[in-house]
């Protein structure tokens, strides 16, 4: 990024866990807040051990907290409550995603803080909404794709509800509250004015859901089917993936032809070579192809079959037909580009060495936000703890002998 | 929202069109801002036609525009382009998602708007990053997941690559640029610096896959598969969606029981009355379940066969074991809890009547962000040149005359 960093002086006391609470706070963070993760003591974030490595902290871990700090504080005694009560006097936002319940109970709750610091931006990250039938239940990503109607509109058709494989519930929930966030800080920035923010991994899920409803209400309210590889609305052929060589389980090349432009269909037969079939009544129009659905997957997956999906998407795409190879995250990984353009950045961690990982996906004036590694547990006390609340090295360290400060 | 919306003041020159780029903007008007869509006056916004009702803007138009007003302005006229030109003058932030290419050739690129506003915060959504293989490739939201690695951990284990049925490649790029534009704007208003912003589908997709990476890497780069409805780190069973009572596509429940909490095990055990398994070595640890998945699924099946999704997954969770029912669109719809609280809002349309619709899922103080219609086409072009360029009248009446205006 040229020039300052865009949230300089944004002051982030992160109280999160695991994922949707965390891809917020790291957005922040890439953008330039000093984000300060509160951890046990003990063990630190459950996320550290998630899809974990031996010895040392996960790369679920790592990718979920660049660029902040953290301070082990024990919250169960009463001067660690305190001292996080002192940080958010200081703080612009507080953000925590425990359990239902769990924080009010630490007497860290939202007409807690909001008292010590009218202008906080208090925030919440739960499975389900305040008023939902379900507001005490817990919720991890699997279940908000439950409840929030992704898996209904995910897998084949016949098939089972299936998982979307991105965290839509933890990350898309994440993403939303950053958004939340920036505006209630812009508000704050001219106003002063705090907020409380409280978002539910169901409610947010249904954001990104919100074709399926729309199909829903076109066809009288039947809910959504799952669509396999097509779209929601089910489209009209060709639609999906189709087989090219290899014969991977990711050897397959997408291609749409859009309802609402007729050339597509016409193009694709010319990079086919199936010239003759231009005009032809049987595939003419999106209602015949729609009807005649098995012979045109089969004319389109005649020609792709003998392609290997690369070859396929840049042959139909250069014909300005929307067209994509279904990648895999090795491809993905192995596809040096990503680090060239920064999407994908190399890491050094104190303890895990070298790290490729994906960053902000956005670049600001050609360039995406640098990477910093995540932090150790507990690796900032000090320097927080003297920046923030302007303790002395003794105060410091009387705490840590008192195991309020890990 | 209490007190003044987060981002009065905020002037937005949107020229986006389909999803990626109005559901960024519409997340902004939703707080506040002042988001003027330009369209062309034939037709406006090809989403008013996708996934079309007969005779009126689409339900999609709706659920990706409201809170916005529209301008129609003839781009191919030199008077248009002069139009908005002098519009970014006024505007904080221009954001569009043409094709590539297609923005710099109506002569309204990057460098031509930063020389006649320095400070303002230029955005372009593309499908493929500049430096990428596929740079001038068109993408939709299916391309984006194919090339995004989604696809590839989604669907079942031995099916096809399946599309989620999020819209992870549109509403999950605006997402990402949305949360980009509000940290550049926050630096604005402290320096004055303009910014350009970019991001591409197929980049944005991979940051909510991050999950999928990390499995990859922790099995030595082999490509995360696909891994129907349990997590694509696999999970330790029960995970997954179980059969319940009603034997419908969505009659399911999802069980999640975690490695890291043991008692999950112990507690479901006792919700279905099998206290006889407890301790049992044959599945005590998550290692032995993992052995014997198929008996783990049919003790488990057997159970939630007996009942419906939400009694399942009632008993389930109240027994502090994360547990969703797979819901589908309608029973959502249905659902009148969404709307007590704000999630889903009745719009009211001049032409198309009332509308049940999502809004934001976060609550500001309680509260979503009150809902208003999406823009008949080119229904503001007077009000917004009076406001924004100080135009007469007249002066707006004679550019109408002439088609520039619509």
Chains 1, 2 share one sequence.
């Not at 003591?41 to 051990?49: L, V």
């Not at 898309?172 to 939340?180: E, H, Y």
């Not at 991994?201 to 009288?220: K, L, P, S, W």
């Not at 302007?390 to 309020?404: F, G």
Request: glycine share 12%; net charge neutral; hydrophobic share 35%.
């Amino acid at each position: 990024m040229s020039g300052e960093s865009c949230l300089t002086g944004m002051k982030i006391l992160d109280l999160t866990q695991f994922e949707a609470g965390p891809s917020c706070t790291e957005a922040l963070a890439w953008m330039g807040a000093d984000v300060v993760k509160i951890e046990n003591p003990k063990s630190g974030d459950p996320g550290r051990t998630t899809l974990g490595q031996p010895g040392r902290d996960s790369n679920y871990f790592f990718q979920y907290n660049a660029n902040k700090r953290s301070v082990a504080v024990d919250l169960k005694d009463p001067r660690g409550v305190e001292l996080i009560k002192a940080m958010a006097r200081q703080a612009d936002v507080m953000i925590e995603n425990f359990a239902p319940g769990a924080v009010e109970r630490l007497g860290l709750g939202p007409d807690v803080i909001r008292a010590v610091n009218p202008s906080i931006i208090y925030c919440q990250v739960k499975g389900f909404g305040a008023g939902s039938p379900y507001e005490k239940s817990l919720a991890f990503d699997m279940i908000a794709q439950a409840c929030g109607g992704l898996m209904s509109v995910t897998g084949d058709e016949a098939g089972l509800p299936c998982k979307a494989g991105a965290t839509v519930g933890d990350t898309g929930t994440g993403m939303v509250m950053a958004i939340s966030i920036l505006g209630a800080y812009v508000r704050r920035l001219r106003t002063g004015q705090g907020e409380h923010l409280q978002v539910a991994m169901q409610d947010a899920v249904m954001h990104y859901i919100r074709n399926a409803f729309t199909v829903m209400e076109r066809t009288g309210g039947k809910p959504a089917p799952r669509a396999g590889s097509r779209t929601v609305g089910g489209g009209n052929p060709p639609i999906g993936v189709y087989p090219c060589k290899g014969g991977g389980p990711n050897d397959y090349v997408y291609i749409f032809t859009s309802r609402a432009n007729p050339e597509h269909w016409t193009r694709l037969l010319k990079v086919m070579g199936r010239e003759d079939l231009i005009g032809d009544p049987r595939y003419a129009t999106p209602e015949a192809r729609t009807e005649r659905r098995e012979e045109v997957d089969a004319i389109v997956s005649a020609w792709t079959r003998q392609h290997d999906k690369h070859e396929a998407m840049r042959l139909v795409s250069h014909a300005t037909v929307p067209a994509g190879a279904v990648l895999d995250t090795a491809e993905l990984a192995a596809d040096r580009t990503f680090q060239a353009r920064g999407i994908r950045q190399t890491m050094k961690h104190p303890r895990a060495g070298e790290y490729v990982m994906s960053g902000w996906p956005v670049r600001f004036g050609g360039q995406t936000p640098p990477l910093g590694p995540a932090p150790l547990l507990g690796q900032h006390g000090e320097e927080v703890l003297a920046e923030w609340l302007k303790m002395e090295h003794d105060e410091i360290d009387a705490l840590r002998a008192q195991s309020v400060v890990g």
